[in-house]
């Protein structure tokens, strides 16, 4: 049985590829990857690395040959013509390879009113899925936990966090913890033939004063919350090139649209989510 994983470079493909190789041999694994040259260390642990271009669906349909199981982590874009475009093209492949079944990543924001700018595609997701005949389980994670890490520098520069939520909630999950879930749900039938989505999220969510809080315990510093608008936030974070889409997200946090909980993680691994406090703890130096 051959399992293929896309984005194997990136931060939650490589993770999946790893906590896979923990579960099965490393001989059913194919790392499906963008640019070679990123995919260095993959080759030297003796992975079978195969080359695609989502935007090239000839290159996926060589790249899907013999594979059963396919763990699509979608490319960073915001351009919802070119994620729509991947997906097709991944679905494509799959159906001219016999590719029977599927774990697709999706994000917490997919609600029809929400502001972000790539929910249309994370509402089409599940949608476009359900018409079709495959056997798929969709991964919707909350906020990644990790990128607070090099975030906190800034924090206990500006004395605490500014985004542009007011009193609502953010829920997150480890980058870890979402890929260990992905590829158990490609291992476990009854979730792989499930058809339906699975939310990560850590066991609690947090108001911006009481993630502030911990953070403050865990840096030593003082990190308290002084919320800016979306407007400031997207002029603040533009020069980064994604300003103004981060805000929009902010804006759908804004009407509690990231702030869902589940208990899908402990049911799919059969244990607890890492927390935030120890997440940060392990993390921060
Ligand atoms: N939940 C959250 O809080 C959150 C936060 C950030 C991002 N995300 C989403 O989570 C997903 C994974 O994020 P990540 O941090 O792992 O991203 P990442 O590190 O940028 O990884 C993306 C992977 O996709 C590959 N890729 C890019 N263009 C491609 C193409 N045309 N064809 C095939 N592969 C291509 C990249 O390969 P190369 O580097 O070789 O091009 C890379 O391996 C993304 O869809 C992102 O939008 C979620």
Known sequence: MKIAVTGATGHLGSLIVKSLSEKIDREDIVALVHNKNHAKDLIKEGYEIREIDFQNVSTLNTAL???DTL?????????????IRELE??????KENHVASLVAMSFIA??????????PFYGYLPRRLAGTKLNYAIAKNSLYADPLIPYLPELIERKGLIYPIGDQELSFITLQDSAEA???MALKPEILQSRKSYLLTQAR?????????IMTKVTSHEIGYHP?????????????????ELASMYAGGAMGYLHDLSDDFAHITEHEPESMEHFLARNYY
């Open 205 to 213: 969510s947090y108001t911006m004063p009481e993630l502030g809080k």
């Open 65 to 67: 040959q013999n594979v």
């Open 110 to 119: 997919d609600q029809e009113d929400n502001p972000f700018v790539m929910s």
């Open 228 to 244: 800016v608008s979306v407007e400031e936030f997207g002029k603040i974070y533009a020069p980064e090139g994604d300003g103004e």
């Open 182 to 184: 992905m590829a158990t």
């Open 89 to 94: 093209n991944v679905l494509s492949a799959m």
């Open 71 to 83: 763990i699509y982590v979608a490319s960073k874009t915001y351009f919802i013509f070119d994620r």
